[in-house]
């Protein structure tokens, strides 16, 4: 009776803010999202309707943006993959312990520094008279600029550490003899990550690819700051959010769902069950 009450104790904040804050936030979200819109007054009005949700496959820019957000979020997801694996193997074989903890500092500092702050360094960068351009100027190129590219470029910079961390932590405990067993059965060194090292860190990619995705999906002030025309499906929420709320919040279910495609997706895989 006694460990029943002391776990109860235990659980009661968490599961307090899990229910209700958490899930009572989004049923009622899912909640609005049924709600109707007075044409005349443009006041809000409970009712059911499903017509918000027709909105988003009937409307040319709500079915385009929600395209494009996923569109950026596996961009972002795929080159954080393409720049983790390469920097884990280096850092977790080759660099010496010095040189080490350099890179894994490099990689969390865009922990350290405030969101905001990341992203109008990253705008600065790749304005006209940055860094970028001025780098560039001597090949007779420019950057991207304001565009899909670069708001591509700006995510994965803020959300990168996210999958580089626990790539490097699952490189660095694969034992040595699995390298040197493959080079002896005459591997070389690209048929070695793609047949040995993937398959082994294919969990921590995927852990790390929940997190990309996932804050990816969510975000739009990138596309404010650094997009220029481009729109996010946050960008929509935003500009919905006092002008028709049941709009706003039957958009905001989108990329609850392709989260929630994505981890079905995911499980299929059985990657998880190895996490």
Do not use: C, H
């Not at 983790?84 to 977790?92: D, E, Q, R, Y």
């Not at 405990?173 to 048929?191: K, V």
């Not at 990619?205 to 995705?213: H, K, L, P």
């Not at 028709?244 to 079905?264: E, G, R």
Request: hydrophobic share 55%; net charge positive.
């Amino acid at each position: 009776m006694k460990r029943r009450a002391r776990l109860a104790g235990l659980l009661a904040l968490p599961m307090t803010w899990l229910i209700g804050v958490y899930i009572l936030s989004l049923v009622l979200l899912l909640a609005t999202a049924f709600w109707v819109t007075d044409p005349f007054t443009s006041k809000v009005k409970p009712g059911f309707t499903l017509r918000n949700f027709e909105q988003l496959f009937v409307n040319p820019a709500y079915f385009n943006t929600a395209g494009r957000t996923l569109g950026i979020a596996l961009a972002v997801t795929v080159v954080s993959i393409l720049l983790s694996v390469p920097l884990g193997l280096f850092m977790a074989k080759v660099a010496s312990p010095w040189l080490r903890g350099v890179l894994a500092a490099a990689i969390t500092l865009p922990l350290w520094a405030g969101y905001l702050v990341k992203v109008l360094a990253m705008r600065i960068t790749f304005t006209q008279e940055g860094f970028f351009n001025w780098a560039l100027a001597p090949l007779g190129i420019s950057g991207p600029g304001f565009s899909m590219v670069t708001v591509v470029l700006t995510l994965t910079y803020l959300w990168l550490p996210y999958m580089a961390v626990p790539v490097f932590t699952a490189i660095r405990q694969l034992p040595p003899n699995l390298f040197d067993a493959a080079s002896d059965l005459g591997a070389g060194s690209w048929r070695t990550i793609r047949t040995v090292v993937l398959p082994l860190i294919k969990p921590a990619i995927i852990a790390g690819s929940v997190f990309t995705f996932s804050l990816s999906l969510g975000d739009y002030l990138v596309a404010k700051f650094v997009g220029g025309s481009t729109q996010m499906i946050g960008s929509i929420i935003a500009s919905n959010i006092n002008l028709n709320p049941p709009i706003a919040a039957a958009f905001s279910v989108v990329p609850i769902v392709f989260v929630v495609v994505y981890l079905l997706g995911v499980q299929r895989t059985g990657a998880l069950e190895r996490m």
